[in-house]
């Protein structure tokens, strides 16, 4: 059975902070967890690049919307996937693909007498992206309390207050469609207040999609972004097999737009309704939501550097309230890690295996306690009702709950004392106690799957299991299914204990060479021509010398340094071929790897293959450079496709 579900799609004016990776990694936790239940789960996700917000970021660094979009989608990207999050489409918003959705979509609205031409004259957002009736021009916003803009425009406004009674009749039907239940009475009593019709295209903006019936017109961008759900997996013919969305993962600032618009949108362009939005909290750092407008926002990767990404799904997952808002801190997170993981779970399984190889030569005999039976089978269903529910952190208590039962199952029965011990039962009782901590080790790890896969994993292959654990699903959850005779792996520590200040020190210096990195990705570049930028004249050629060259436009996936080569940087470009090249250039001095993520670069495409420092080199990438100076990339003024060909 299927089940489709989304994350946000982010805004692409500035580069990914732990607030879009909390939401992804939960988006990714639920993606595992279905597949275990036996749905076949689609997530996607993806990034918002149009409208004015986007528009003034990438004026502010000195580049063209595209362009910028183009860098900053492909670093959350990049980013997704250095973290090993999982998603099966990751739409953008500047997709023609989408483009093409957002007519349809209003056409249907439109056709249907929900969409009309009027006027606005008044406040206006620029960081909300909306019109504010409330207030006069000047004031702040009531919801993000930054300073309105005064506009006046002729728009093309939707039906909004046509869907007043419709809507509270959905959310009486469907009592589950918003998650939680203190989030979904908001939303109610918004609702209840009656109202007001939405401007949904705007004049005064180049940068969006234009409107299939007014030249100089762009969609609003709630009503652009949320489309890209069905874009997402349409195809050509919106909206597509899976259509609706069993899920919408947001934060809760959102909601009202995943909540109100977007179901009016739907039920105006006669479309089936999504199923639910569940609307979590805010990551707050120093009491404050953590947001790339405040400044005050951490990243993932320093800490999956120092700790491994694990810890830190964990660490949000079972320290937050899933819905509600929580404190991020740095000596929480450790906190967490060495109780919960290095001497809980993970002093559970060095502990058992060690014990398995000591007393049993490495196999774990398949017998177990009936009594621990018990609390494994309460436990687990605990731990699937909760996490089904989205209850994360009550889903991980249950779950260690098993754990504690059987830390203490173990000092009671002294397996130390039993290996020993001459008595008639002493074989068999050591025999039970060391399956069944094996047994619910092995359970422990299904469920712990979809929240820290890799640590799962690791534990799984140490107790010897041959199927992958992601082949495991919640029918393998019963009790007394470990299979006898096979010897356990290799006994690795999976959670080593950290040393908080050193621990914390490092991944506070890693943030800054992130942010330093960051900032470059981001920040304007002044490039001023030296005076002697004029080369030497080359002889002249024929045009059928130059043909022969086959440059074409690339556009940067990854890059990385070669160890003990300060010069050269390790690139992956995708020039439109199945394949992405792999290119060494001697770039490094110039280019930080992050700053390149994203850039679209020339590169000479049909260079014979040649080895630097082991890796092979197929193609160099095109850079204007003087002799001692530093190397500049060429690049491009207006956007052009990946795999163009320069002639
Ligand atoms: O709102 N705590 O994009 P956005 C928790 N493009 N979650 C956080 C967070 C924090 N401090 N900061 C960000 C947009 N998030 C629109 C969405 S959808 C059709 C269009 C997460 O880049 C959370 O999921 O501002 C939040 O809703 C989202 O990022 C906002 O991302």
Redesign the pocket.
């Known amino acids: 059975m299927k089940y489709y579900f989304t994350?946000?799609?982010?805004?692409v004016n500035a580069a990914p902070?732990i607030?879009?990776t909390?939401?992804t990694l939960a988006a990714d936790t639920i993606k595992r967890f279905k597949r275990q239940q036996g749905f076949e789960p689609v997530l996607t996700t993806g990034t918002?690049e149009h409208g004015q917000k986007v528009e003034r970021s990438a004026e502010a660094a000195g580049r063209t919307p595209q362009v910028f979009a183009d860098m900053v989608s492909a670093e959350f990207r990049r980013q997704w996937d250095a973290l090993g999050l999982e998603y099966d489409h990751y739409i953008r918003t500047t997709d023609p693909r989408h483009h093409k959705t957002v007519q349809w979509l209003f056409e249907r609205c439109l056709k249907n007498g929900y969409a009309y031409k009027g006027s606005y004259t008044g406040a206006y957002c620029v960081s909300d992206e909306r019109y504010v009736n409330e207030v006069e021009p000047g004031q702040n916003c009531p919801d993000c309390g930054r300073p309105t803009e005064s506009v006046t425009e002729e728009n093309y406004f939707f039906k909004l207050s046509a869907f007043t009674e419709r809507l509270l009749e959905l959310y009486e039907r469907e009592p589950d469609f918003i998650r939680p239940e203190a989030r979904r009475n908001e939303v109610l009593s918004f609702v209840r207040q009656g109202l007001q019709d939405l401007s949904i295209s705007r004049s005064n903006l180049k940068w969006g999609i234009p409107l299939p019936v007014e030249g100089n017109q762009v969609f609003y961008v709630?009503f652009d972004?949320?489309t890209?759900?069905i874009t997402a997996i349409a195809g050509d013919n919106p909206p597509g097999e899976l259509w609706p969305a069993d899920l919408h993962l947001?934060?809760k600032?959102?909601l009202r737009?995943?909540a109100v618009f977007w179901p009016a949108f739907l039920m105006a362009a006669d479309l089936p309704l999504p199923k639910r939005i569940f609307a979590?909290?805010?990551?707050?750092f120093d009491n404050e939501?953590?947001?790339k407008s405040r400044g005050n926002m951490l990243r993932a990767e320093p800490i999956q550097k120092v700790l491994g990404f694990d810890a830190l799904r964990y660490y949000l997952l079972r320290e937050i309230t899933f819905g509600q808002d929580g404190s991020f801190s740095y000596d929480a997170l450790i906190t967490r890690y060495n109780a919960d993981l290095a001497n809980g779970l993970g002093n559970l399984a060095s502990r058992t295996l060690t014990m398995v190889n000591q007393y049993r030569a490495g196999v774990v005999p398949a017998t177990f306690d009936e009594a621990i039976g018990t609390v494994a089978k309460q436990a687990v269903e605990a731990t699937v009702a909760h996490f089904d529910a989205l209850e994360f952190s009550r889903g991980l208590e249950a779950l260690w709950s098993l754990l504690s039962a059987v830390d203490k199952f173990i000092v009671e029965q002294a397996p130390w004392k039993l290996a020993r011990s001459a008595d008639a039962d002493a074989a068999p009782r050591l025999d039970a106690t060391l399956g069944t901590a094996a047994e619910a080790l092995r359970l422990a790890c299904i469920l712990l799957y979809p929240v820290m896969p890799e640590s799962a994993g690791k534990i799984w292959a140490q107790l010897g299991m041959t199927t992958p654990l992601e082949a495991a699903r919640h029918t393998d959850l019963a009790w007394g299914h470990y299979p006898g005779g096979q010897k356990i792996g290799d006994i690795v520590g999976v959670f080593p204990r950290i040393d908080a200040k050193p621990a914390i020190e490092k991944i506070v210096a890693l943030e800054e060479e992130v942010n330093a990195a960051q900032a470059q990705l981001l920040g304007k570049k002044v490039e001023a021509a030296p005076e002697d930028a004029v080369a030497p004249p080359s002889p002249k050629i024929e045009i059928d010398d130059f043909v022969k060259v086959d440059l074409r436009v690339g556009v940067v996936l990854s890059a990385e340094p070669v160890k003990g080569a300060d010069k050269l940087l390790h690139l992956k470009v995708d020039i439109a071929e199945p394949e992405p090249r792999t290119i060494v250039a001697g770039i490094a001095g110039a280019y930080a790897p992050a700053a390149l993520v994203g850039r679209k670069v020339v590169i000479v495409a049909n260079l014979q293959p040649r080895k630097l420092r082991g890796i092979q080199s197929n193609g160099m990438i095109v850079a204007g450079s003087l002799e001692g100076g530093k190397p500049v990339l060429a690049g491009f003024l207006e956007d052009i496709p990946i795999g163009a060909r320069l002639k």
């Open positions: 994350t946000p799609i982010y805004y902070h607030g879009h909390y939401t918002d709630w972004a949320l890209s759900y947001v934060g600032e959102i737009f995943h979590h909290g805010w990551l707050l939501k953590m947001s």
